[in-house]
Each structure stands twice: as structure tokens, then as C-alpha cells.
């Protein structure tokens, strides 16, 4: 539900930027060339001074707000704070979204044609590394004619991105806004991932990432991912709220037993059957892999103060009260660094009851402190 002062962002368009040029990938190789879907959202001004980055995490894509047509039912995945009058005010702001290489929703990935053979990559995808999408994005903004960003905002893995943007194109982000997130995966997580890509890469039809030659997909093991990483994106509170002990089918009475289903049951199998039909299985692996290598002081004596010494911009940093995923020891961690690096930073825990998936929500203590902060950004962005 929107606020009466917000407006509904209406339909918007994805476009598609092509480089020949190749990019020097964190593994060593150069791959190229590739395209990258993006949407955008407002009007960039005069002197281009008003541009914000949008990240997306593990299963985001390019289509943030707004919808694709008349008939779409489903906003972009952040619709609750992107659009006029909501705390990304594309009134004020030029908000870039993309779908990140190696991605399925558009941008070059696993499910593209390699060029060498005119079959899909598949698993010979190169592996990609946060820093890798940060490179790529930075070449957007080229093209787009942003020489700095007012903002570069991210949840999760894209909150991995928005700091890994400040360390490497120091000069070109004025504030950095961190949701959710952590410097490096705990070994819970590390733990999780490899849980989910060994549901996959078990499934039969997975053919040792080569379905899509054998027009197959690895429908179940997908599912069992999304079912697994699903669970650890709501806290306990946020499920029990939604769905107690409620059946869907069957009664627990003697004999019966065969025919019970929980509503808890039924969800999990619609996330799961939903996210295989619309997400490749081999782009899933490839970003669990960047999560889980993502170290952002390994390069600096595994030093988080000398790596954000690098930063010269303002942070924003904010967590969740029952977020077990990154929880907000990871978010504390970040502010700490960031205090010892002397550089400017505010920090908010967020009581809500949603888990990691508050980020994505309209709540209103975090959606009014999250504006309040980009009406701060946006100061100078008229």
C-alpha cells in the first residue's frame, strides 16, 4: 500500500547496453563481449550530479519498481522504496537498476550462447567475483555519463557491492547505503549455499550443468535451493505470524495422517516450483560462489579499518532485529571498521519481526529513516 504523498512509478521499459570491449575478470580472464540489462527510473539532471545505483542480491534482477505493462501484477522487487515520493524519490533521484553479469533475466550469463560454440555456457561461465559486477557497473555508468554517484544502494549481496564500490571507485560514490549485510559470509552461510547448490547439481537433470544442451532444466533440485534459502531469509516470529500451524489439507486426527499438509508446507513448494521456472540453476551456483569468496579486507592484511580507509564517502548502514541470516553483529562489525577509518557513518537496528526479508518491506520505521537519509543525499540534487 502506498502512502498518499507516494505515486505509482507506472510502466517502465529494460534496456540492453552492449560492450565489445572485453572485462578483465578477478580470475584472470578476459570475457567479452556481453550485454547488460538495466532499467532506470527518473530523470537524470543538468550536471549530473543526482544518479543512485541500485545492487540487487542473490535472486534480484534489473526490474526494481515500476511494472513492464498493464496487465503486470507484480512491481519490481523494491517497489516499496523506489519510486515518486517513497525514500528512493525518483522525483529527486536518476536510480539505475541492472541485472548483473552472469545473471538470467537478460545480461550475458550461464544461459547465453558462448560465441566460440553457439551452444549455451553452461558451466564453462567463468566464475565471478563481487568485485567483477562493481567493474562491470562502473562501465554502465560510462556510458550513461555518470562521473559520480549520488548514491550506490544495496540489501544483501548488493550491500556487499555498494562497499566493495567504495573501495574501488572511491572518488565516484558520495554516499554508500549498506542494508542487511556483512563483509564476509559466516561459515553458517558458507554452509547454506553449498546445501543449495548440492540440491542442484544432485538433481539428475542437472547433467553436470549442461541441461539446457539436453532441454532439460533441473526443475527439483532448484526448488529445494530456493526452499532452503527461503527459510533462512524469515525468522521463526515472521513464519509463526504467517502461518502458525494452520493446515491447507487433512486433519491430524488418528489415521489421517497421509493426507495432512501444512500451509507452511505448501508455500515452500510454491516458492521453490515458482523460483525453477523463472531462475537458471548454473547463474544460482555462480552467485552463491561470489557470496561465499566475497572478502572485502582479505586484500588488506584481512584488515577492515585499512580497507575502508580507501572510502570517501558517507555511509549509511542498516540491519534488522531478527535478521539470523546477516545479523546485526555483521551490520555492527561493518560500523566499528568504519568508525576506526574515521569516516562518516550512521547506523540503525531496525526491530522487526520479518528476518533478512525486512529489507525488502515497507516498514515504517525503516522506510522513514531510510528516506530522511536520502532527502539528506538528495540536498544538493534538485
Known amino acids: 500500500?502506498?502512502?498518499?504523498?507516494?505515486?505509482?512509478?507506472?510502466?517502465?521499459?529494460?534496456?540492453?547496453?552492449?560492450?565489445?570491449e572485453p572485462l578483465r575478470l578477478a580470475c584472470g580472464r578476459d570475457f567479452g563481449p556481453y550485454d547488460l540489462v538495466y532499467e532506470t527510473y527518473g530523470a537524470l539532471n543538468d550536471d549530473c550530479s543526482n544518479a543512485v545505483l541500485i545492487c540487487h542480491a542473490l535472486s534480484g534482477h534489473h526490474h526494481a519498481a515500476g511494472y513492464h505493462s498493464e496487465a503486470?501484477?507484480?512491481?519490481?522487487?523494491?517497489?516499496?522504496?523506489?519510486?515518486?515520493g517513497k525514500p528512493i524519490d525518483t522525483d529527486r533521484f536518476f536510480v539505475v537498476s541492472l541485472n548483473n553479469l552472469g545473471g538470467c533475466h537478460g545480461s550475458t550469463g550461464?544461459?547465453?550462447?558462448?560465441?566460440?560454440?553457439?551452444?549455451?555456457?553452461?558451466?564453462?561461465?567463468p566464475?565471478?567475483?563481487?568485485?567483477?559486477?562493481?567493474?562491470?557497473?562502473?562501465?554502465?555508468?560510462?556510458?550513461?555519463?555518470?562521473?559520480?554517484?549520488?548514491?550506490?544502494?544495496?540489501?544483501?549481496?548488493?550491500?556487499?557491492?555498494?562497499?566493495?564500490?567504495?573501495?574501488?571507485y572511491p572518488d565516484m560514490v558520495e554516499h554508500c547505503v549498506v542494508i542487511a549485510s556483512a563483509m564476509k559470509l559466516s561459515a553458517q552461510n558458507i554452509a547454506f549455499n553449498e546445501i543449495a547448490r548440492h540440491a542442484i547439481q544432485s538433481d539428475p537433470d542437472f547433467s553436470e550443468g549442461r541441461y539446457l544442451e539436453r532441454e532439460c532444466v533441473p526443475a527439483q533440485g532448484l526448488a529445494l535451493a530456493r526452499m532452503v534459502g527461503h527459510i533462512t531469509y524469515l525468522s521463526d516470529d515472521?513464519?509463526?505470524?504467517?502461518?502458525?500451524?494452520?493446515?491447507?489439507?487433512?486433519?491430524?486426527?488418528?489415521?489421517?495422517?497421509?493426507?495432512v499438509e501444512f500451509q507452511v508446507q505448501s508455500y515452500l513448494r510454491y516458492q521453490g516450483n515458482q523460483f525453477s521456472?523463472?531462475?537458471?540453476?548454473?547463474?544460482?551456483?555462480?552467485?552463491?560462489?561470489?557470496?561465499?569468496?566475497?572478502?572485502?579486507?582479505?586484500?588488506?592484511?584481512?584488515?577492515?579499518?585499512?580497507?575502508?580507509?580507501?572510502?570517501?564517502?558517507?555511509?549509511?548502514?542498516?540491519?534488522?532485529?531478527?535478521?539470523?541470516?546477516?545479523?546485526?553483529?555483521?551490520?555492527?562489525?561493518?560500523?566499528?571498521?568504519?568508525?576506526?577509518?574515521?569516516?562518516?557513518?550512521?547506523?540503525?537496528?531496525?526491530?522487526?519481526?520479518?528476518?533478512?526479508?525486512?529489507?525488502?518491506?515497507?516498514?515504517?520505521?525503516?522506510?522513514?529513516?531510510?528516506?530522511?537519509?536520502?532527502?539528506?543525499?538528495?540536498?544538493?540534487?534538485q
Open 1 to 20: 500500500m502506498e502512502a498518499p504523498t507516494e505515486r505509482s512509478l507506472g510502466i517502465v521499459e529494460p534496456r540492453t547496453e552492449h560492450f565489445e
Open 72 to 84: 503486470d501484477r507484480k512491481p519490481g522487487w523494491w517497489n516499496a522504496c523506489i519510486g515518486p
Open 238 to 259: 515472521a513464519m509463526a505470524n504467517k502461518f502458525g500451524r494452520d493446515l491447507r489439507s487433512g486433519t491430524l486426527e488418528r489415521g489421517d495422517e497421509e493426507s
Open 277 to 381: 521456472g523463472s531462475f537458471d540453476a548454473n547463474t544460482y551456483i555462480l552467485m552463491t560462489r561470489a557470496l561465499d569468496y566475497f572478502d572485502l579486507a582479505r586484500e588488506y592484511g584481512d584488515d577492515p579499518v585499512a580497507a575502508f580507509a580507501r572510502a570517501k564517502c558517507s555511509f549509511l548502514v542498516i540491519s534488522f532485529s531478527t535478521d539470523w541470516r546477516f545479523s546485526p553483529q555483521r551490520s555492527r562489525e561493518i560500523v566499528d571498521a568504519l568508525i576506526a577509518a574515521d569516516r562518516p557513518v550512521s547506523y540503525a537496528e531496525i526491530e522487526a519481526s520479518e528476518g533478512h526479508d525486512a529489507f525488502l518491506l515497507a516498514l515504517p520505521r525503516y522506510r522513514d529513516l531510510f528516506r530522511a537519509y536520502m532527502q539528506r543525499v538528495g540536498g544538493g540534487s
Open 127 to 168: 566464475p565471478l567475483r563481487v568485485r567483477d559486477w562493481v567493474h562491470s557497473q562502473k562501465r554502465l555508468a560510462d556510458r550513461l555519463g555518470i562521473a559520480r554517484w549520488a548514491a550506490v544502494i544495496g540489501g544483501s549481496l548488493g550491500g556487499m557491492q555498494a562497499m566493495r564500490w567504495a573501495l574501488e
Open 110 to 125: 550461464p544461459a547465453s550462447p558462448n560465441p566460440d560454440t553457439g551452444r549455451p555456457w553452461g558451466p564453462d561461465f
